[in-house]
């Protein structure tokens, strides 16, 4: 089966402006997350997604960050207006469903850089 | 919330030698421990995980244990080899509590093998 897959895998904007991070899940996985590492550190969970219901926005950081993921497919990721400190890796992930302990799926990633 | 220790930071070791990554966790109700290995420019990739039911579990050259009264679980790498340098993180996850859904990582481990 095809794996969960990101776009863009790069992006560099500068502050100010807005970019959006779109992530396509394994076919047929409910559960949908996205995560973020900043500049070496942990991966850091943002928020979690079952089908087209937000489940836990817990680690958004701000207003300046909106998740969608209409009709439950595919989810993005906007960020608007970007900050320098919004640069990182943001990862998606995706489960089949919320069993106990079902494995959570990575992307590859989109590397944001904001100058 | 759940908050995850990983320990060293970095480790360097000789090809054949082992090699073992140390993960604390602070919610007892975490019941669910994976370990994922994230290559230069690649996604993260789960290499072995283990739930809360079982003390140990081994899978060719890699295992993992787990305390749960120390509430601590390990990596164990033996007989590295050049392509197991990466970086890997520890995780923990639980299911039916308030950070339902989500992976709480610790902060990463680069392994560096030399041939």
């Known amino acids: 089966e095809a794996g969960v897959t990101q776009f863009p895998s790069h992006s560099v904007i500068e502050k100010g402006q807005t970019v959006t991070l779109r992530c396509d899940p394994i076919?047929?996985?409910?559960?949908l997350y996205w995560y973020r590492r900043v500049m070496g550190k942990e991966i850091k969970f943002l928020l979690h997604f079952v089908k087209e219901s937000k489940q836990d926005e817990s680690g958004m950081p701000n207003n300046r960050f909106l998740a969608e993921r209409t009709g439950g497919t595919y989810s993005t990721l906007k960020v608007q207006p970007a900050e320098l400190e919004d640069s990182g890796v943001y990862f998606c992930a995706s489960s089949r469903k919320l069993a106990l302990q079902e494995t959570q799926y990575f992307g590859p990633g989109t590397r944001l850089l904001v100058l | 919330g759940e908050n995850v220790e990983q320990h060293p930071s970095t480790l360097s070791v000789q090809e054949g030698d082992s090699a073992v990554i140390k993960c604390t966790y602070s919610d007892s109700a975490s019941n669910y421990f994976p370990w994922y290995k994230q290559e230069l420019g690649k996604r993260p990739q789960l290499i072995i995980d283990i739930r809360s039911n079982v003390g140990e579990k081994k899978d060719q050259r890699i295992a993992v244990t787990l305390n749960k009264t120390a509430k601590h679980f390990s990596l164990h790498i033996t007989e590295t080899q050049p392509e197991d340098s990466a970086v890997y993180f520890c995780?923990?996850?639980?299911?039916?509590?308030?950070?339902?859904?989500?992976?709480?990582f610790g902060q990463g481990t680069i392994l560096t093998v030399h041939p």
């Open positions: 076919s047929g996985h409910d559960n």
């Open positions: 995780a923990a996850f639980n299911a039916g509590g308030t950070s339902y859904g989500k992976l709480t």
